[in-house]
């Protein structure tokens, strides 16, 4: 089986023409080096525009790992009830036509789309994205403001169960991406989905994100026991912000269901799990060493305890 990092972004401005879109404020423009630090472009960017200075990178990054192929994720718009746009509460859009692209161009690219349920061309651009080439669909349901178990979804949950994508939930706190209803970093909105048979991926172990955010780890847990359809991921678990979370995934009855991700380009680091004593010193010094982010991501969930299943269960999963 393929090994794959189940959880990655992609970053663009539309500055070669692929229609993505980025928000920047006061914060993004004092954070956005960081993340083009991590990202490995802090200099190509200034050259080649952020599209192609990320797509160079990331499958350079991917080709220097231990990694077959990352997940890449789609980033929809989110909408009201009525299917409205609410463009001017977004941070940032990729299209699903350019992550489907990518995964045309580069065997290492698997896509995602990504698509708010309440668009009136919801179940039609499904079956489009699906018919082109995607894999899984990924949403964050407190940024998207989706109560994924409102009945009027059922038929969009539905298609999705009968075309066998899985669904990529974020779960937990969120805070590089604008919240914009907290109650729905619920895993337990995740039902009605999971009653119509969907493959549900909880990303982050529904885990905190900042210190004051809800933990719903334990419900995630239980959920677990109640469907078997039910999944999570550890991505951005080597942050200082999320490394709490990993303990709870460690459990021998709990890996089977886990998948890798990084989260990237959020940044990557064993510091979090090193303080958390999860890390040894030596695994820490080691990791600070690795320059690949993607690698650095896979040696540390390996050095605190996941096994190597995690890497290849998305592959299981999508077939």
């Not at 580069?106 to 994205?129: F, M, N, W």
């Not at 349901?141 to 999705?160: A, I, M």
């Not at 009968?162 to 779960?171: D, E, I, M, N, S």
């Not at 419900?219 to 200082?240: G, H, I, V």
């Amino acid at each position: 089986m393929l090994k794959i990092d189940g959880h990655v972004h992609f970053v663009g401005d539309g500055s070669n023409g692929s229609g993505c879109w980025l928000r920047r404020n006061l914060g993004d423009r004092l954070f956005e080096p960081i993340v083009k630090s991590q990202a490995g472009i802090y200099r190509s960017s200034q050259k080649l525009g952020i599209d192609q200075a990320y797509e160079e990178k990331l499958i350079d990054l991917i080709d220097s790992s231990s990694l077959d192929a990352v997940l890449l994720l789609a980033m929809d718009y989110p909408y009201d009830q009525k299917g409205n746009n609410r463009k001017d509460e977004a941070k940032f859009y990729v299209p699903n036509d350019h992550v489907l692209h990518l995964a045309k161009k580069y065997s290492q690219i698997i896509p995602a789309c990504s698509i708010h349920p309440a668009r009136k061309d919801a179940v039609e651009e499904l079956e489009r994205c699906a018919d082109k080439g995607a894999k899984v669909l990924k949403l964050l349901p407190n940024c998207h403001d989706v109560d994924c178990s409102d009945n009027q979804y059922r038929s969009f949950w539905e298609k999705l169960s009968k075309l066998g994508l899985p669904f990529l939930a974020h779960t937990g706190g969120e805070f590089s991406v604008p919240v914009l209803n907290k109650k729905f970093a619920d895993p337990r909105r995740l039902r009605l989905p999971l009653e119509c048979g969907v493959q549900v991926i909880a990303a982050h172990g529904a885990g905190r994100s900042g210190l004051l955010d809800p933990d719903y780890t334990k419900d995630l847990l239980r959920m677990m026991d109640e469907y078997s359809n039910l999944f999570t991921d550890n991505s951005a678990l080597s942050s200082p912000n999320r490394w709490r979370t990993i303990p709870a995934l460690l459990n021998p009855k709990i890996q089977s269901r886990v998948i890798h991700g990084s989260d990237f380009p959020i940044p990557v680091g064993g510091f979090g799990p090193w303080i958390g004593k999860l890390l040894s010193n030596s695994d820490y010094s080691e990791s600070r060493k690795i320059k690949n982010p993607l690698e650095r991501d896979v040696f540390i969930k390996q050095a605190v305890g996941f096994e190597n299943s995690t890497f290849t269960r998305l592959g299981e999963l999508i077939g």
